[in-house]
């Protein structure tokens, strides 16, 4: 039965059609899988920033139309020919990590993360903007019980990315870890940062975010409005680990003197600006810079595992997938509170 299915019908998918464009949603057929692929009909797909490098076509070579999204969690629909690891009915989840070639250098290191041809989700693919996905198995991620489909979907980008970052980050328990920008990803950081047992500064714009900063487990909480961060990290002993979250560069730059010794920057909040710093800011005190991806299925169902067992959960609101448009614009506006997730 695993293959050969005929397809059951059509699907609304919600689409961009060429660069720039608006979302569109329209009906398709639904797609069979090919040999190592199965088809996940869909229950919940974020919506990331990143997606907008689908929908302004910043990403090289994006082929339209195109169906977005990196945060689908659904459930295994049909599996195409050599698939044995993955069962109908088993709920699963498809992050940034889409799939890698397998014979690169860095594959045959076992890095996949940096494979040479690595795939991602509605860039190379289509995504999770539409009821059913077809994703290759290198894809996919098991999904927990006690975490239900809207829940775990932020957790496939935002989740993974800000985990994944601080458990690299060389952080140890009790040191001075700062979260920069309270947003998607930094509502998140702080939660993980709190649960891995570093002191946490939090550091917003304003003195609006201060309840909800240490709500979310912020030990301190620093607005960098009314004060200059880099000196208040720096009246607390400096930070180890600066997780930079919002995609503002110049607020990058003025916090690299915030760092304590041997203090790593982490920037995973992607802008296109350069980041300014001085090799004596470097060198002084042997700080350093650090760019952090998001990370591959198994580093996902680590990060979907421990919000299970903490209770670290992404605050969501949710849109019917015929709202793409407003859901995307609704991100993208930066009022979201603070994922916003599309239900299928
Ligand atoms: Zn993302
Ligand atoms: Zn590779």
């Known amino acids: 039965m ?8 059509t699907m609304k998918v919600a689409q961009i059609s060429k660069r720039g464009g608006a979302f569109e949603v329209v009906e398709r057929e639904i797609p069979n899988p090919a040999r190592g692929q199965v088809r996940i009909k869909v229950q919940a797909c974020g919506v990331c920033h990143s997606d907008e490098l689908v929908k302004e076509g910043a990403w090289p070579g994006i082929q339209y139309p195109r169906i ?31 799939g890698q070639d397998g ?3 860095y594959c045959r290191r076992g890095d996949f993360g940096n494979c040479r041809n690595v795939q991602i989700p509605g860039i190379s693919y289509d ?26 979907a932020p957790l496939l980008c935002a989740g993974v990315t800000t985990f994944n970052s601080l458990r690299s980050s060389g952080a ?5 870890v700062a979260v ?20 946490v500064a939090a550091i917003g714009r304003g ?18 409005k009314a004060t200059k961060p880099a000196e208040e990290l720096q009246k607390l002993g400096g930070a180890q680990v600066i997780i930079a979250t919002a995609p503002n560069s110049k607020a990058m730059s003025a916090l690299i003197d915030g760092l304590a010794p041997n203090g790593k920057l982490m920037v995973i909040g992607a802008a296109f600006d350069p980041i300014e710093v001085t090799p004596l800011q470097l060198i002084s005190g042997s700080r350093s810079l650090q760019g952090w991806w998001s990370g591959t299925p198994a580093d996902s169902e680590d990060a979907l595992r421990f919000s299970e067992l903490t209770g670290v959960r992404a605050m969501i609101e949710t ?20 994922r916003v997730v599309l239900t299928m």
């Open 127 to 152: 995504g999770g903007y539409q009821q059913y996905m077809i994703a290759p198995v290198e894809a996919l991620a098991a999904i927990p019980e006690n975490l239900d489909s809207v829940e775990a």
């Open 319 to 338: 849109y019917p997938i015929e709202k793409a448009g407003e859901a995307y614009a609704r991100m993208m506006s930066g009022d979201a509170q603070f």
């Open 103 to 105: 014979t690169c250098l």
């Open 68 to 98: 977005p999204g990196h945060e689908v969690v659904g459930v295994v629909h049909e599996i195409g020919d050599g698939v044995s690891a993955w069962k109908i009915g088993q709920r699963v989840g498809v992050g940034w990590h889409g």
């Open 2 to 9: 695993a293959t050969m299915s005929i397809a059951a019908g």
């Open 172 to 176: 140890r328990p009790g040191d001075l």
């Open 180 to 199: 920069q920008g309270i947003g998607g990803l930094g509502h998140l950081g702080i939660q993980y940062a709190r649960k891995f047992g570093y002191k």
């Open 207 to 224: 003195s609006g975010n201060a309840a909800l900063a240490e709500k979310l487990g912020a030990n301190v909480y620093i607005d960098s």
